[in-house]
Every structure is written in structure tokens, then in C-alpha cells.
């Protein structure tokens, strides 16, 4: 089958607007503006690699970040590579927090949590359908200390 230029062109376009939408709700991650980095998600969006006693769609997700909001007031993303391929954007960030709330049932520890990740965004007509998200979830709760390190020093 041959590329008809102006489908490429538009295919293009599209992963340019969609690693674009992934930049902006990174910087409103970034600025504690939540709702608009929902904006970002479908409202019925699948997630993977998040709790699975979320509830479905953005409400999970907004009840995920506002409990880690809780938890690490001053968390932020550093966005260390994003690119797209078709329809999907892959971010590689690296997160930041102090932890000064309660967060999953652990007491503020003032500790500056530095956590790796890596996150697929699938998109459809500008809006991600699907994510699949992995993190350090060890190193996490190792850094919080409610976990013990795999090698002692």
C-alpha cells in the first residue's frame, strides 16, 4: 500500500499535537493544577500499572494524584525523554516529593522522595484512550522506609 503524502502529513501532525498534549499536562502537573492535567484523559481512560482498587477512568486517576498530592505537596515531574510513535507518546520522568502528608497510611517523614518512571500514552482524536505506567514502586517505599532494600550496605 503506498503513504498518500497528506496522510502521512496528518499522522504527523498528530503525534507532534499529541506528545504536545503530554508536555502541557506535564506543566500543569507541575503548576498543582490537576484538573487540567486531566484534561489530557479520555473520562473513561483504562490505566495500567496504578492500584487496582482505583475506581475506572479519570475519577480514578484524579483520586490517585490528589492522594499523592496529599502526601508530597510539593511533587513534580521531570520529563527526561518523550517521544510518539503512531498514536502512543512514551514519557521517561523522574518524580520528586518531599513527604509531608499522609500517604497510604504512612505519617509525613519530611524525606525527599526521587522516584524513576516510564509511562505509554495511547491517543485518539486528542485524548488518551489507555496508559500503561511502571514505576520504582520499591525504591519508593524504600526511600519512605516502609520497605527494606533488597542488598543491605
Not at 486517576?61 to 513534580?76: Q, T, V
Request: aromatic share 10%; with cysteine; proline share 4%.
Amino acid at each position: 500500500m503506498q503513504s498518500v503524502p497528506g496522510q502521512a502529513r496528518g499522522a504527523h501532525m498528530a503525534q507532534k499535537e499529541n506528545v504536545e498534549a503530554v508536555n502541557r499536562a506535564i506543566a500543569r502537573f507541575n503548576a498543582k493544577d490537576l484538573e487540567g492535567y486531566l484534561e489530557m484523559f479520555d473520562k473513561a481512560v483504562m490505566f495500567h500499572g496504578l492500584s487496582r482498587r482505583l475506581k475506572p477512568g479519570v475519577g480514578g486517576l484524579r483520586d490517585y494524584y490528589s492522594a499523592l498530592r496529599e502526601g508530597f505537596p510539593d511533587m513534580r515531574l521531570s520529563s527526561e525523554d518523550v517521544f510518539a510513535e503512531g498514536e502512543k507518546v512514551a514519557n521517561r520522568y523522574t518524580f520528586y516529593g518531599t513527604h509531608k502528608g499522609q500517604y497510604m497510611g504512612v505519617a509525613p517523614t519530611s524525606k525527599l522522595i526521587i522516584s524513576p518512571g516510564m509511562v505509554i500514552h495511547l491517543f485518539r482524536a486528542g485524548k488518551c484512550i489507555e496508559t500503561w505506567q511502571s514505576t520504582d514502586a520499591l525504591g519508593f517505599l524504600t526511600q519512605l522506609g516502609v520497605a527494606q532494600p533488597l542488598v543491605q550496605k
